[in-house]
């Protein structure tokens, strides 16, 4: 059964204009359609689809496993399953595959060549790009299916490429394939070509921070796109492209020219002054470099009306070096209607307004959430859900130089809610009080040891009494922090033995998500270690961790003075989907209730089936109720899923990483990792397009309602509820 491709073309087509995840919907288009049928078989194709996942997910370990994948991938007759085994390959990120998938020549399928041309691209990800530079070039030259150059195109720009002469080839081929010279004069390709043309610029343009390409200068025209009304009309725009694609082509344009190392003044003032508030944002972070620094620039992204481009402007003015911006923009900032313009601006309070009377009474005004004035000793509890503004308040009071600092610490010191604790930690530091923060060392929350041992200096006498009480622990962040403030610290063998115990009582453990925090734990070890501690460190040579064993090796093998070869013995992947469970995974939605708003995330199991999987049982088993998002970034994500709240507390066993075509556009839902194939359950949210994610993260889903409740969120935002909906198929 050959699978229709007209829906996956156009998805294909969204994709490029940055409206969702490409080829979402497999080559079926039967996401969510119709009337109830409940008990249908599987597909035909769904056994031969899990058993290319299967090798995909082994990583091809086996050469039974390779060779599958590649038998499927030169000509299955399921064009989904080709193109999966296509995907996997690519996957792999193995340079020695690159010419077996530029031998692919033979399929007569759109979205397999896509998927071809990304798998090249990805097949050298994280080194020399050089390889996969022809074969995208040739296939360039031979392609003639818009879309499919267009992807081409993305791919071709996203190579590293260390050589000079091959960046100027890479760049000929963006310019040629974009704007294509037409009776002697440079015109704009097609929509779907164009693009994916300004993807791989900007891709380009962000790595090499170049765009030159022989005589013309790719500048030139990425303006006439971003400023298609100041270009003629010959030679501007995306011709007979959607709204969302002429307004995705001006972004991607604006992007790359922001992404030039020193952006032309007339760019951004004319990005600030445009009527697209996407396009204001993208100019406001060409602020940070911008050279000579520009008062009307400024002045203009401080006061935009979107509350996004001035969290933009804040921050890339607040990365400059000399000294922007000022303690006036700082304050005004601080009494911003927007939640998040205003945590900036009150951060910014307490390093540009030192000793300034009128900002230590608008920070003090602030704290009266906690303490009122008129109650000497008394202390407000502070609210569990708008905690944000006095603890930046007072971190911002501490560092302003104000000596009356204690009027406040006590009731942050007391709170219930562990961010103030924390908050407390930070202030102190910040008037250089660090003896102070031993009280903390002690606290029963190990977040605000974390920040409180981070606040030390590696290798002193405070870090190492703050490590030794932390290496007691369990929580994995505050082991990772403990072994890492060890560094450098006077060799002891109390240390030593510490640092054995709590090695030995993770492994016990037996969690993958255990693994940066053991191999801090064993560099320490290598320092405060010796050979009377071999016995605990030589079990971890046939650890569950490949990783670990090896490093574990090293270190026995050090110590016992000769070679001690790693024996890992690894847990097993997670459990695939059955056939059943996984096509009803093609028509699954998880619905969140997040601090009382309702947000829908559709799974793309076709493009990331392992981790939709995950994300649905881990949904349905409750593991997501009652945790928060830990992590809130405006202008980029929201993250969930820790119950630890922190980095590196997650669920079981590591997910493998499934990265694609799948761009990480506003509101794409990703898988948060620490490195590659580090899956924990983790998950991100999108507010904004991050392209520069993309190849690197795995998205697995997609928000179909409620970014207006991601958009207002804060950190420490409650999941209170999430339910999971599968929507009846009708064949």
Not at 312 to 338: F, I, N, W
Request: hydrophobic content about 45%; charged content about 25%.
């Amino acid at each position: 059964m050959r699978t229709a491709v007209r829906p996956v073309l156009v998805l294909l087509g969204a994709w490029l204009c940055g409206a969702v995840s490409p080829v979402a919907a497999g080559g079926t288009g039967r996401e969510g359609a119709g009337t109830v049928r409940q008990g249908l078989p599987a597909r035909p194709a769904t056994t031969a689809l899990l058993q290319v996942i299967a090798a995909e997910d082994s990583r091809a370990a086996t050469p039974a496993a390779l060779d599958l994948l590649k038998r499927a991938a030169a000509g299955a007759p399921d064009l989904e399953v080709q193109r999966a085994a296509v995907r996997a390959l690519g996957r792999l990120e193995r340079p020695d595959l690159v010419g077996y998938l530029a031998g692919i020549t033979r399929t007569a399928d759109p979205v397999v060549r896509a998927e071809l041309a990304n798998a090249l691209a990805q097949s050298v990800f994280g080194g020399d790009g050089t390889a996969a530079l022809e074969p995208l070039l040739d296939r360039l030259r031979q392609e003639g299916h818009p879309l499919v150059r267009g992807v081409v195109a993305a791919s071709l720009g996203r190579l590293a490429l260390p050589d000079p002469a091959a960046r100027e080839r890479a760049a000929a081929g963006l310019l040629g394939t974009g704007w294509p010279e037409v009776d002697g004069r440079r015109r704009p390709a097609s929509p779907a070509v164009l693009l994916g043309v300004l993807r791989g610029v900007e891709s380009f343009a962000q790595r090499h921070r170049e765009l030159r390409a022989g005589a013309v200068d790719l500048e030139t025209v990425l303006r006439e796109v971003a400023f298609p009304s100041a270009s003629p009309p010959s030679a501007s725009g995306v011709p007979e492209a959607s709204a969302v694609g002429i307004a995705t082509a001006r972004h991607r344009a604006m992007s790359a020219l922001v992404a030039v190392r020193t952006p032309a003044v007339e760019d951004v003032s004319r990005g600030l002054a445009d009527a697209d508030p996407e396009l204001r944002r993208l100019a406001a972070s060409a602020l940070a470099r911008i050279e000579p620094y520009n008062t009307d620039q400024a002045a203009l992204a401080l006061s935009d009306a979107e509350p996004a481009v001035r969290v933009q402007a804040l921050r890339a003015l607040s990365s400059r070096a000399d000294g922007r911006p000022s303690c006036e923009q700082a304050l005004a900032a601080a009494r911003d209607a927007a939640l998040h313009v205003q945590l900036l601006g009150i951060e910014l309070v307490g390093s540009r307004c030192r000793g300034n009377a009128t900002a230590e009474e608008h920070l003090e005004a602030l704290l009266l959430a906690v303490r009122a004035v008129d109650e000497p000793g008394a202390c407000r509890p502070l609210p569990v859900r708008d905690w944000h503004r006095p603890n930046a308040a007072l971190v911002a009071l501490a560092q302003t130089g104000t000596t009356d600092l204690e009027r406040w610490l006590p009731c942050f010191r007391a709170a219930d809610v562990w961010r103030a604790r924390a908050a407390a930690a930070r202030a102190l530091a910040a008037r250089g009080d660090r003896e102070a923060l031993v009280p903390f060392f002690e606290d029963p929350e190990p977040n605000v040891r974390v920040v409180a041992l981070e606040l030390t200096e590696p290798g002193n006498l405070l870090a190492v009494r703050g490590a030794l009480q932390a290496l007691e622990g369990r929580d994995y962040e505050l082991l990772l922090v403990a072994a890492n403030k060890l560094q450098g610290a006077t060799p002891d063998r109390v240390i030593g033995e510490a640092v054995a115990g709590a090695l030995e009582r993770v492994t016990a453990e037996r969690k993958e998500t255990s693994r940066d925090t053991r191999l801090a734990l064993l560099d320490r070890l290598e320092e405060h270690g010796d050979v009377r501690l071999e016995h605990k460190v030589a079990p971890l040579v046939r650890d569950f961790d490949p990783v670990v064993a090896v490093r574990a090796a090293a270190l026995v093998s050090r110590w016992l003075g000769r070679p001690v070869a790693a024996e890992p013995r690894p847990q097993g992947p997670p459990p695939l989907p059955s056939p059943a469970e996984f096509d009803a995974l093609r028509r699954t939605r998880v619905v969140m209730v997040i601090d009382g708003g309702e947000v829908v995330v559709r799974l793309l199991a076709r493009e990331a089936p392992l981790n939709a999987w995950r994300f649905a049982r881990l949904a349905r088993s409750g593991y997501y109720t009652r945790l928060t998002l830990h992590r809130v970034v405006a202008n980029f994500i929201v993250q969930g899923g820790s119950p630890g709240a922190n980095e590196h507390s997650g669920d079981g066993p590591f997910t493998r990483d499934e990265v694609g075509l799948q761009s990480n556009v506003r509101g794409s839902v990703g898988l948060s990792t620490r490195g590659r194939d580090t899956g924990d359950g983790q998950f991100y949210v999108n507010l904004v397009d991050n392209p520069r994610l993309d190849f690197t993260y795995t998205v697995f889903g997609q928000v179909e309602r409620g970014m207006e409740v991601l958009d207002g969120v804060a950190e420490g935002a409650v999941i209170e509820r999430v339910t999971v909906e599968v929507e009846p198929e009708v064949r």
